[in-house]
């Protein structure tokens, strides 16, 4: 009888799975847009869904925070876990967004490769944040080393985006436009690591 009194026990982790699906979704259609330059407007407008859509997500997950007295893992943890996963989607639209608004028609190899590279970034996020509930604390750990590597790997990729940029383009609002571009996706790879961060505070908390 006792349990009928009691309220609902929030799914945490099938919200965050959802949110990092939908993240992956974006980094998806990026590496489709910086592939096929043609199909760049349509593209974005379908980015920027999934990041209306993200922005939902974090919303509800803040709500049902809001009202759950339990939780399954340390209350700051959920609140940075959602945010940070919102905030590369954020960036995965700031960098559409960016593309389609300067007008950028020929992506260099080096922003497919950042996007390539942020795309097999959210997978490992999915697959690790898809552990949670079954507390498979081991299999969090090595998918974050994972991350960490792609991070690395991105890291490179936009350095050498960059000396190739101010090395072969003459035009300087060009290098100005592209640069930005490269930023945000730089940043988009560096918060990954933010969520891997959480995520093995998380087992350390819990294992």
Known sequence: MLKKFLPKETDFFSMFEKAALNVNKGAALLVEMMEDPAAAAVKAKEIYEAEQEGDMFTHEVMRKLNKTFLTPVDREDIHALIGR???????????????????????????????????????????????????????????????????????????????????????????????????????????????????????????
């Open 85 to 207: 996963i919102d905030d590369v989607l954020d960036l995965i639209w700031a960098s559409a967004d960016r593309t389609v608004l300067f007008k950028l028609d020929a992506p260099p190899p080096e922003a497919v490769d950042l996007s390539k590279t942020l795309l097999e970034t959210t997978e490992f996020i999915t697959k690790a944040i898809g552990c949670l509930k079954g507390k498979k604390y081991s299999y969090i750990q090595e998918y974050c080393i994972e991350i960490n590597r792609l991070e690395n790997r991105g890291d490179r990729i936009f350095r050498e985006a960059l000396v190739k940029l101010f090395d072969n383009i003459k035009d300087p609002i060009l290098v100005i436009k592209w640069k930005e571009v490269y930023e945000h996706l730089e940043e988009a790879n560096d918060t990954c690591e933010d969520v891997a961060d959480i995520l093995e505070g998380i087992v350390l908390k819990h294992a």
